[in-house]
Antibody, heavy 119, light 108 residues
């Protein structure tokens, strides 16, 4: 069965960096685009970034453009989110999600990893 | 950026009742709209894509309709496990992909 497992969350000071990972299994990872979506405490869902199945294209939400970098390693069935210059407003649960057939929907989600930015 | 507005914010109903949730887009998304269910402490789950297609293993009591700017998610008869948050999401004009603010379906 499809599984997505995020890791790397934690408490970090403002301005510091953090790298999230998402390990995938149960499907052909190299055939699917992948996304990151976050949810601040008590708030709704916010799409952050997408990477094409082969890594050829990457797109970001304006709120993280220039600070966050999405990447993937198809040989390890893993995607990453490098987060630099973290701010208090980046505090959220970060979800990894699989793209459904290259169309911009999310058909499988990880359980999420919590990132807390505070001094 | 396409803005999605969901209403009502909270829907108070009893098990067995019909739930009707609305999602309105700031501009046409044709049929490129999805619905997700999220329970507390869990990840969202895809229910409906392309406005009216049920995702894998989604019960028939969930249905979606609409086109352009106005969409509806209907739960024909609420089961206890259906009390949750529901979000709509568009993929018509992206990036960015955008979500609505959510509707909470709570037990009356």
């Amino acid at each position: 069965q499809v599984q997505l497992v995020e890791s790397g969350g934690g408490v970090v000071q403002p301005g510091r960096s953090l790298r999230l990972s998402c390990a995938a299994s149960g499907f052909n990872f190299s055939r699917h685009g992948m996304h990151w979506v976050r949810q601040a405490p008590g708030k709704g869902l916010e799409w952050l970034a997408v990477i094409w199945y082969d890594g050829s294209n990457k797109y970001y939400a304006d709120s993280v453009k220039g600070r966050f970098t999405i990447s993937r390693d198809n040989s390890k069935s893993t995607q990453y989110l490098e987060m630099d210059g973290l701010r208090a407003e980046d505090t959220a649960v970060y979800y990894c999600a699989r793209d459904r057939n290259g169309g911009g929907y999310f058909d499988y989600w990880g359980q999420g990893t919590l990132v807390t930015v505070c001094s | 950026e396409i803005v999605l507005t969901q209403s009502p914010a909270t829907l108070s109903l009893s098990p067995g009742e019909r739930a009707t949730l609305s999602c309105r887009a700031s501009q046409s998304v044709t049929s490129y709209l999805a619905w997700y269910q999220q329970k507390p402490g869990q990840a969202p789950r895809l229910l409906i894509y392309d406005a009216s297609n049920r995702a894998t293993d989604i019960p028939a009591r969930f249905s979606g309709s609409g086109y352009g700017t106005d969409f509806t998610l209907t739960i024909s008869s609420l089961e206890p496990e259906d009390f949750a948050f529901y979000y709509c999401q568009q993929r018509s004009n992206w990036p960015p992909l955008t979500f609505g603010g959510g509707t909470k379906v709570e037990i009356k």
